[in-house]
Antibody
Framework: EVQLVESGGGLVQPGRSLRLSCATS????????MSWFRQAPGKGLEWVGF??????????EYATSVKGRFTISRDDSKSIAYLQMNSLKIEDAGVYYC??????????????WGQGTLVTVSS | EIVLTQSPATLSLSPGERATLSCRAS??????LAWYQQKPGQAPRLLIY???TRATGVPARFSGSGSGTDFTLTISSLEPEDFAVYYC??????????FGPGTRVDIK
């Protein structure tokens, strides 16, 4: 069974940093693109960024709203994806989800999601 | 950036009725569009990808259609568990993924 479990959320002050983790099991992690999404309270879904598999170059792409502040990385030996969030803003608050691409060949659609971790940005 | 617009914002229907949800893209996304269902407190669930292909385990009452800029998600006969928010997502641009604002399907 495919499982994704996010952790690392919490309360952080504006301007500070936080690192989220996405621990996975039940599939060959290194074969898949992994993505992060977020959802502000009562709002819709927003793509944050993704990291391709190493066989697809291991490159990352980011939403304009987080480019230069957030970094996605992966540890294929541990089957974990990370989201490093720096210079956090009030508007970065919300539930953060990690998700796995639908196909090894890369579909950029997401069938498996974690349960989410809540990030609160407040002074 | 490709902007997705969903209509209506809210759809109030009774169980057993047919639901028709629309998603319109600001420019062509070919068939590279997906639909997700999200219930309160839960992660999104992929229903449809490539405009019309049902994801694994998705009931046949869910169907998708369209290409280019206009897409439709149809639920042929609403079950109680189908009342939720539905989002469309495009991936024509493999450097940026965008979602529509969502359509809430409420019990009438």
């Amino acid at each position: 069974e495919v499982q994704l479990v996010e952790s690392g959320g919490g309360l952080v002050q504006p301007g500070r940093s936080l690192r989220l983790s996405c621990a996975t099991s039940g599939f060959t992690f290194g074969d898949y693109l992994m993505s992060w999404f977020r959802q502000a309270p009562g709002k819709g879904l927003e793509w944050v960024g993704f990291i391709r598999s190493k066989t697809s170059g291991g490159t990352s792409e980011y939403a304009t709203s987080v480019k230069g502040r957030f970094t996605i990385s992966r540890d294929d030996s541990k089957s974990i994806a990370y989201l490093q969030m720096n210079s956090l803003k009030i508007e970065d608050a919300g539930v953060y989800y990690c998700a796995r691409d639908l196909f090894v060949s890369t579909a950029y659609f997401f069938e498996n999601w974690g349960q989410g971790t809540l990030v609160t940005v407040s002074s | 950036e490709i902007v997705l617009t969903q209509s209506p914002a809210t759809l109030s229907l009774s169980p057993g009725e047919r639901a028709t949800l629309s998603c319109r893209a600001s420019q062509s996304v070919s068939i590279y569009l997906a639909w997700y269902q999200q219930k309160p407190g839960q992660a999104p669930r992929l229903l449809i990808y490539d405009a019309s292909t049902r994801a694994t385990g998705v009931p046949a009452r869910f169907s998708g259609s369209g290409s280019g800029t206009d897409f439709t998600l149809t639920i042929s006969s609403l079950e109680p568990e189908d009342f939720a928010v539905y989002y469309c997502q495009q991936r024509i641009n493999w450097r940026m993924i965008t979602f529509g604002p969502g359509t809430r399907v409420d019990i009438k």
